[in-house]
């Protein structure tokens, strides 16, 4: 593949814009500034990084992303009243069109999903495959017994024709508990904490799958999943 097509299929603009990236002499490979739009790279099964500006890119035929979203940002490319997600992220992904993986609600944080491989986000969205989401809420009431109970055994939600369940359940504090779910009904945690007599006052999602959000990243910072991360999501 050429220099022009690797930027551009990793966002970087159009063809044009590419190219004059390259000419200008605003792109290196292996350290070695490559001013030839039209120079082959071979791949060969590994890891190819370029650089743009003296900030190193890998090449990756599709974007698998991680965020850990904070407070206060919509998940969407137009926000109503907030700033966008992807305003936290290189606009290199927006141009080749990365999307979240569902959505977190605008005051929930935690671990979010960008991807631009539209298999991916079908497979962990659809709500025929079942994947399990841990979130941790903060609760205005202590949370007791009965309410557990009751979200393990289903609670009744508005314009839902049966109870739905949580998979588990768990304090981990007098006004905090984990929560498992499958289903991403809209505002789904929210709710079922409601239908069992308390109110959610804080959310955060912590797992997706076998994936669980590093404690290392910062609120507001991104990471790219490897192949491992990609095998823990499909695992859990």
């Keep these: 593949m050429n220099l022009e097509s690797i930027l551009f299929t990793q966002g970087f603009g159009s063809r044009r814009q590419c190219r004059a990236l390259i000419g200008d002499g605003r792109v290196s490979v292996a350290g070695v500034v490559c001013t030839d739009a039209n120079t082959d790279f071979s791949f ?16 990756r035929e599709h974007a698998y992303l991680l965020l850990n979203k904070p407070a206060g940002y919509e998940c969407s490319r137009d926000p109503q009243h ?10 290199q992904f927006a ?28 497979m962990f969205t659809s709500p025929k ?6 979130y941790v809420a903060t609760t205005r009431h202590p949370v007791n017994d009965a309410q557990l109970d009751a979200l393990r055994g289903g609670v009744l939600l508005h314009s839902e024709p049966k109870p739905i369940a949580v998979v588990d359940a768990q304090t981990r504090g007098e006004c905090m508990l984990a929560l498992t779910v499958m289903e991403g009904k809209y505002h789904q945690v929210k709710r079922m904490i409601a239908a069992a007599g308390n109110r959610c ?9 076998g994936l669980a959000l590093p404690a290392a990243l910062a609120p507001g910072a991104w990471q790219w999943l490897d192949e491992a991360d990609l095998g823990s999501l499909r695992s859990g």
Excluded: M
């Design 44 to 59: 060969d099964g590994h890891d190819f990084h370029f650089s743009v500006d003296g900030v190193d890119w890998p090449y």
């Design 82 to 91: 907030h700033p966008s997600v992807f305003s936290l992220l290189p606009p």
């Design 95 to 122: 141009e080749r069109g990365v999307q979240c993986v569902g959505r977190l609600d605008q005051d929930t944080t935690g671990l979010l999903l960008l991807s631009d491989d539209g298999k991916f986000v079908h």
């Design 129 to 134: 495959r079942k994947v399990p989401k841990v």
């Design 201 to 209: 006052e804080a959310l955060h999602r912590e797992r997706v799958g």
